[in-house]
């Protein structure tokens, strides 16, 4: 009967793993489940300064019954989806036999917000509302010696994620947000728009809709139709720039030599009012690009 042996030892053996494997993940720290009851008394993410440094510029788990943190291998055996936006990736399907889903924590669903590598000068990425190529990129950035990486996670919708992030339930007047337009600024046509929109809003879509232009000469009749291929939609985020989401690396690299406030307004999403200027002075270079 050595089949049966074998067998019974490789199952023993499996167990005696999967055991390790949960082990190793509580003495990271995991803690259980919290209670499912959001608390929504205040902003998600806070850009108070002092905050920020008391942190370490990490998110305060605290303020969010439905956020929690994981430390798993860079390889967690997760794969990331997002919708037709790009941007809020979240966790689309688990390995069965993976970190992730061995740990008992994550989820399908769940909302990726921040990265850490676990090392002595690993600093976090805020990944609210990123591209999935700024995403994709932060875990193809990791140094070639960490090995292991603390990730936040929201529990439940990218909506519910947007909501969290004003501190305020769906459907009340915090949903709403101004977004201020500067058209030619410093002519004699100068023109200021104020458009109301909620929380979440793509800048481009919102432009666009209200009949005002966000392309340069020609690009006004070639551009990609909002689908971040031209790179011709740039807008100045004057003021508000912390209340939209991070630059993805395509988007800093098409942006380079201009300031950090140039944003493409395909991929651009305002969380709390902002004043944008349309057809800022760029570079002929930048149509090369």
Same mark, same amino acid.
């Given at each position: #009967?050595?089949?049966?042996?074998?067998?019974?030892?490789?199952?023993?053996?499996?167990?005696?793993?999967?055991?390790?494997?949960?082990?190793?993940?509580?003495?990271?720290?995991?803690?259980?489940?919290?209670?499912?009851?959001?608390?929504?008394?205040?902003?998600?993410?806070?850009?108070?300064?002092?905050?920020?440094?008391?942190?370490?510029?990490?998110?305060?788990?605290?303020?969010?019954?439905?956020?929690?943190?994981?430390?798993?291998?860079?390889?967690?055996?997760?794969?990331?989806?997002?919708?037709?936006?790009?941007?809020?990736?979240?966790?689309?399907?688990?390995?069965?036999?993976?970190?992730?889903?061995?740990?008992?924590?994550?989820?399908?669903?769940?909302?990726?917000?921040?990265?850490?590598?676990?090392?002595?000068?690993?600093?976090?990425?805020?990944?609210?509302?990123?591209?999935?190529?700024?995403? #994709?990129?932060?875990?193809?950035?990791?140094?070639?010696?960490?090995?292991?990486?603390?990730?936040?996670?929201?529990?439940?919708?990218?909506?519910?994620?947007?909501?969290?992030?004003?501190?305020?339930?769906?459907?009340?007047?915090?949903?709403?947000?101004?977004?201020?337009?500067?058209?030619?600024?410093?002519?004699?046509?100068?023109?200021?728009?104020?458009?109301?929109?909620?929380?979440?809003?793509?800048?481009?879509?919102?432009?666009?809709?209200?009949?005002?232009?966000?392309?340069?000469?020609?690009?006004?009749?070639?551009?990609?139709?909002?689908?971040?291929?031209?790179?011709?939609?740039?807008?100045?985020?004057?003021?508000?720039?912390?209340?939209?989401?991070?630059?993805? #690396?395509?988007?800093?690299?098409?942006?380079?030599?201009?300031?950090?406030?140039?944003?493409?307004?395909?991929?651009?999403?305002?969380?709390?009012?902002?004043?944008?200027?349309?057809?800022?002075?760029?570079?002929?270079?930048?149509?090369?690009?």
């Amino acid at each position: #009967m050595i089949f049966p042996t074998a067998f019974l030892c490789l199952a023993l053996f499996s167990v005696v793993e999967g055991f390790q494997i949960l082990s190793r993940h509580q003495a990271t720290g995991l803690a259980a489940p919290r209670d499912p009851t959001p608390s929504r008394s205040t902003r998600l993410f806070s850009t108070d300064a002092e905050e920020s440094e008391k942190n370490d510029g990490r998110i305060d788990l605290s303020l969010d019954d439905r956020l929690y943190r994981i430390r798993l291998p860079r390889a967690p055996g997760i794969e990331w989806g997002t919708d037709l936006s790009f941007s809020f990736v979240y966790v689309r399907e688990l390995d069965p036999v993976g970190p992730a889903s061995m740990s008992g924590r994550v989820s399908k669903g769940d909302q990726l917000c921040e990265l850490i590598p676990v090392e002595p000068e690993g600093k976090p990425v805020n990944l609210l509302g990123a591209s999935f190529d700024s995403v #994709m990129g932060s875990f193809a950035g990791l140094g070639k010696t960490t090995t292991d990486i603390d990730l936040v996670f929201f529990k439940g919708t990218k909506d519910e994620l947007k909501e969290a992030c004003t501190g305020e339930e769906s459907g009340t007047n915090s949903d709403i947000i101004t977004i201020t337009v500067i058209q030619n600024k410093g002519a004699e046509d100068e023109k200021v728009v104020e458009l109301q929109a909620k929380a979440g809003v793509n800048i481009r879509e919102l432009l666009i809709d209200n009949g005002i232009n966000v392309y340069q000469s020609v690009t006004r009749y070639t551009n990609c139709k909002g689908k971040q291929l031209c790179g011709t939609c740039i807008v100045n985020v004057a003021n508000g720039l912390e209340n939209t989401n991070w630059k993805s #690396m395509d988007e800093a690299s098409t942006l380079r030599d201009n300031p950090d406030s140039y944003r493409l307004s395909c991929i651009s999403f305002a969380y709390g009012d902002v004043t944008v200027e349309t057809l800022p002075p760029v570079e002929k270079y930048q149509w090369t690009r």
